[in-house]
């Protein structure tokens, strides 16, 4: 890394190599009191997000971190307390800890005990922000475990049931990893139209919506952002919009149930919204029908949905999680690309903390530069 002008104007995005990504990202989160171990998982889940193609849940979110820490929101201090445990099951009280360097300590304990369970689940309350979903399925199904994870924050509300225009729920995702012969299956999406962290991503820029995915406080169908924020606050749709909201209003209640009821830490004491529920389960299919034969009917199952006929002009059948594990190999390789937005963001904090911006990467016919 070397010193930049930071303050510079920057209208374009920007590719850098994920080792100085990394490394910048560690640095600033110690800075903010993060012990190295802590800032590490965070910085890595942070650009394993990038590399999905989640910038909203990427390095985008690496300034709102550091703003929660230096806010005394995030807790670097203390250890995850234990409320049960059993061999099939645990449940955690994470006390604000950095939500990716607790998610990590679980993922190892449930990857542990499946070996010699056919399903093993965990809780986690008030658990500080863990990110993308879809990054800690990877090393689970990996280990050819059937995976569902979701998690929410009990203090947010910007989903209405369906038929209201109170907020009620929030965007509360949901994420399977299902595991084949070739690339696994991995599903994350909301039970909502979009993430909280996506709508507010579009008001930064000051940019409308695609499409009316949001009510306003009165009820009326708007492309606006902002309304998120006014005051009365307008809704998200769930998942299914205007005609078919139902659907989604059905799986984010039960997301509620998992995430919070279950953990034992939900709405009803009316929380800040620094604190996340979680829920997390894995299957051992070796324990059940057999591994060979859980893996057969998944890969006939997914060449089947690629060997589906499309309308005309159609490009071919997409699988959920492969356009993300191709971008996360090509980015891997030829350097992460951050939006303006997020390049600004950080150099913000490069400035606060003292700390020189990554150098972006080179691309094939130009020179690298420092922004």
Known sequence: ???????????????????????????????????????????????????????????WLLATYLERLEAGQ????????????????????????????????AIDTVRERARAQAMVCA?????????????????????NLLVMLSATNAGVASVAPFGGIDPVLTTNPLAFGIPTRGAPILVDQCTSLGSNTFFTAFAQRGESLP????LDADGAPT????????????????????DFGYKGFGLGLAV??????LPGSGRRTRPDKFGQGVF?????????????????????LADACHASRVRPGAPPVRLPGERALRLRQQQLVEGITLSADAVQRTAAWADKL???????????????HAR
């Open 1 to 59: 890394m070397i010193a930049s002008n930071h303050n510079a104007d920057i209208t374009e995005e920007a590719r850098f190599a994920h080792q100085d990504l990394l490394a910048f990202g560690k640095q600033a989160l110690e800075r903010r009191g993060m012990r190295a171990e802590q800032a590490e998982q965070v910085a890595l889940r942070l650009l394993d997000a990038d590399l999905l193609g989640h910038r909203s849940h990427g390095f």
């Open 74 to 105: 995030i807790a670097v201090e203390g250890e995850v307390r234990v409320l049960n445990d059993s061999p099939a099951a645990f449940a955690w009280h994470a006390n604000r800890l950095p939500g990716a360097w607790v998610m990590q300590r």
């Open 123 to 143: 809780t986690i309350a008030e658990c500080s922000h863990i990110g993308c979903l879809q990054s800690y399925l990877l090393p689970l199904v990996a280990d």
């Open 211 to 214: 499409a009316q995915w949001l």
């Open 223 to 242: 492309d606006d952002p902002t309304v998120l924020s006014a005051n009365p606050p307008g809704t998200v749709l769930p998942l299914g919009g205007i």
């Open 256 to 261: 509620e149930a998992l995430t919070l009821a």
């Open 280 to 300: 997390l389960q894995v299957i051992n299919p070796a324990m059940l029908g057999g591994l060979d034969a859980f893996l057969d009917e998944t890969t006939w």
């Open 354 to 368: 003292g700390l020189a911006m990554p150098v972006e990467k080179k691309a094939e016919g130009h020179a690298a």
